[in-house]
Structure formats: structure tokens, C-alpha cells
Antibody
Framework: EVQLVESGGGLVQPGRSLKLSCVAS????????MNWIRQAPGKGLEWVAY????????YYAETVKGRFTISRDNAKNTLYLQMTSLRSEDTALYYC???????????WGQGVMVTVSS | DILMTQYSSSLAVSEGEKVTMSCKSS????????????LVWHQRKPGQTPKPLIT???NREPGVPDRFIGSGSGTDFTLTISSMQAEDVGIYYC?????????FGSGTKLEIK
């Protein structure tokens, strides 16, 4: 069974940093591209970042480019999102999601909440 | 960025009734490589994470009931549920994968009347 479990969220002050993790199981993690997607309270889904299976290709939404860094450790079956210079508008539920065939997100984690507030 | 617009924010229908929801993209989602549109419909049931129902605008994912029908191409897409069931309650999102950034529609919340 495919499982994606996020962790690392919490309450953080504006301007500070936070690192999210997503541990994958039930599939060969190193064969799949992975994404971070977020949903702010009362808002829709926003794609945040993508990393290819071997980390050769990385893309970001303009809203986080230069502040967030996506990475992965295939030996540990873990996806990361390093978030710096956090803003109140980064407050959201963050999901990791597996990318199937460069077309769609076929499995999502349950999400981890990040709240940026003083 | 490709803007995805779902004009109906919510729908309330009776069981057994036909449901139609639409999604429009700000530019064509046709991929030259296979002449198919890069459009996915996701279903998000209450308390669950989204799951893909329809890929490439009209391809039903394995295990998805055949009452779910995706249609359309280019910029205009439709998700039809031929006969609403109670378990279909949830939010339906369209999403394009033609270009980065990947973008979602705002969602259509489907409820039972």
C-alpha cells in the first residue's frame, strides 16, 4: 500500500525557516517524481514544487522560488521541503504527492500544517 | 501561467440525477506529442485526500465507476456523473499538466440535495 507521511509542520514566526519531510513507503520511491502542493485556509490547491526521480529536474511556483528548496534522499525514501523567509501567506496545509508519468498526482499524503504568525 | 476556471463553486443534486460540471483553461491544453489534452479531474471526498478520476481529459482511471465521464478538448472540459450517488459527495478539481506551474481549478463542491 502506498503511503506518504508528512511531518515537520508547526507555528513559526515570519522570516524564520522550517523543513518539511515526507516519508514514502509501499512503492519504489526512486522511480517517481514527487511534488509539494499546499492549500491555504479557505483557498484552493496550489502546486509548490516538483523534483524528478533522480533530482535532475526541479521546478518551483513563482510564489516560493528563491525561498523554498525541494530535495529528496532516495536511500531514505524521503522528500523534503526547506522553507526559508516564511511569510504569512505561506500558511497552509502542505501535501506531498507522487507524480505518475509526468501527468498527474496519484497519491497524496494527509498533509502537515504550517502556520506563519508572530 | 495557465488559469483554470471552474464556474460552479457548488452543486446540489438528488441521487440518481445527472451532474455536469465544467472547467475552462486560459489556453489550449492540447499536447502535440499525443494529440490529447493535458487535463485531469480529481475527486476529493470529505476527510480524504484527492484522487485522480479522469486523466487526459477523458481517460477513466482503473476502478473509477463508469458513471464518471470526462469530455472536452482544447480549452473546455466537462465532468459528467451520469447518475449521482451518495458516495460522490465531495469536491472536484480540474488540473492541467501541460505546463509549469501546474495549476488547479478552484473546485466544484458537490452535495446531495
Amino acid at each position: 500500500e502506498v503511503q506518504l507521511v508528512e511531518s515537520g509542520g508547526g507555528l513559526v514566526q515570519p522570516g524564520r525557516s522550517l523543513k518539511l519531510s515526507c516519508v514514502a513507503s509501499g512503492f519504489t520511491f526512486s522511480n517517481y517524481g514527487m511534488n509539494w502542493i499546499r492549500q491555504a485556509p479557505g483557498k484552493g490547491l496550489e502546486w509548490v514544487a516538483y523534483i524528478s526521480s533522480g533530482s535532475s529536474y526541479i521546478y518551483y511556483a513563482e510564489t516560493v522560488k528563491g525561498r523554498f528548496t525541494i530535495s529528496r534522499d532516495n536511500a531514505k525514501n524521503t522528500l523534503y521541503l526547506q522553507m526559508t523567509s516564511l511569510r504569512s501567506e505561506d500558511t497552509a496545509l502542505y501535501y506531498c504527492a507522487r507524480y505518475y508519468g509526468a501527468t498527474f498526482f496519484d497519491y497524496w499524503g494527509q498533509g502537515v500544517m504550517v502556520t506563519v504568525s508572530s | 501561467d495557465i488559469l483554470m476556471t471552474q464556474y460552479s463553486s457548488s452543486l446540489a443534486v438528488s441521487e440518481g440525477e445527472k451532474v455536469t460540471m465544467s472547467c475552462k483553461s486560459s489556453q489550449s491544453l492540447l499536447w502535440i506529442g499525443n494529440q490529447r489534452s493535458c487535463l485531469v479531474w480529481h475527486q476529493r471526498k470529505p476527510g480524504q485526500t484527492p484522487k485522480p478520476l479522469i486523466t487526459w481529459a477523458s481517460n477513466r482511471e482503473p476502478g473509477v465507476p463508469d458513471r464518471f465521464i470526462g469530455s472536452g478538448s482544447g480549452t473546455d472540459f466537462t465532468l459528467t456523473i451520469s447518475s449521482m450517488q451518495a458516495e460522490d459527495v465531495g469536491i472536484y478539481y480540474c488540473q492541467q499538466h501541460l505546463d509549469i506551474p501546474l495549476t488547479f481549478g478552484s473546485g466544484t463542491k458537490l452535495e446531495i440535495k
